[in-house]
């Protein structure tokens, strides 16, 4: 158990809804990652949050949006959702930004039908 | 920005073989490579990692190695057991920035 929890572990939802993905950091873990996992494009960087401001910027879509909140758990939206969004979706923490390992959590499977 | 190329996709080996899989990277700035390993349900897990300033690293069956010369690093798996079995990640960053992942791995490893 890596510290890290995601919720849900599984959701399904119809094209053109919107969903909200959970992350609660290890605790004290101040930096948080998100990701997108799909089988032909392995794991893409989306968006870094540091003590509830955004650090960094991947390929996250405009569609999609995050935050970190005061308590430090992180949410993703998606919304207007298409097929191809279907993938599994890790959110990983860090204690600082002077940290070289990542912690994962188990994932968010989204299936969008 | 960086790119990771991770070679094979797929490895088969029977148990007690050696396993090695193979990555590229692009950016010359890259100077630290993590390898995590993901086993079925689960997140990623680091399993082993290494830093620019040094050629190789070992933990019990696993080594990894890095030429920075050639932008390459190569994750070694010796005595392979079953449990071994898993998709295997590299990834590369420059210092504490983010890590770009390579496409993954997937190790069968057979009784």
């Known amino acids: 158990d890596s510290g890290v929890t995601q919720t849900p572990k599984h959701l399904i939802t119809a094209t053109g809804q919107r969903v909200t993905l959970r992350c609660s950091p290890r605790s004290g873990d101040l930096s948080v990652y998100w990701y997108q996992q799909s089988l032909d494009q392995g794991l893409q960087f989306l968006i870094q949050y540091y003590n509830g401001e955004e650090r960094a910027k991947g390929n996250i879509l405009e569609r999609f949006s995050a935050q970190q909140f005061p308590d430090l758990h992180s949410e993703l939206n998606l919304s207007s959702l298409e097929l191809g969004d279907s993938a599994l979706y890790f959110c990983?923490?860090?204690?600082?930004?002077?940290?070289?390992?990542?912690?994962f959590g188990q994932g968010t499977r989204l299936t969008v039908v | 920005g960086e790119n990771v190329e991770q070679h094979p996709s797929t490895l088969s080996v029977q148990e007690g073989d050696s396993a090695v899989i193979k990555c590229t990277y692009s950016?010359?700035?890259?100077?630290?490579f993590p390898w995590y390993k993901q086993e079925l349900g689960k997140g990623p897990q680091l399993i082993i990692d290494?830093?620019?300033?040094?050629g190789e690293k070992k933990d019990q069956r696993i080594a990894v190695t890095l030429n920075k010369t050639a932008k390459h690093f190569s994750l070694h798996i010796t005595e392979t057991q079953p449990e071994d079995s898993a998709v295997y990640f590299c990834?590369?960053?420059?210092?504490?920035?983010?890590?770009?992942f390579g496409k993954g791995t997937m190790l069968l490893v057979s009784p």
């Open positions: 290494i830093r620019s300033n040094v």
């Open positions: 990983a923490s860090k204690p600082s930004l002077m940290n070289t390992e990542a912690f």
């Open positions: 990834a590369a960053s420059e210092g504490y920035s983010t890590l770009t």
């Open positions: 950016d010359s700035a890259s100077n630290y």
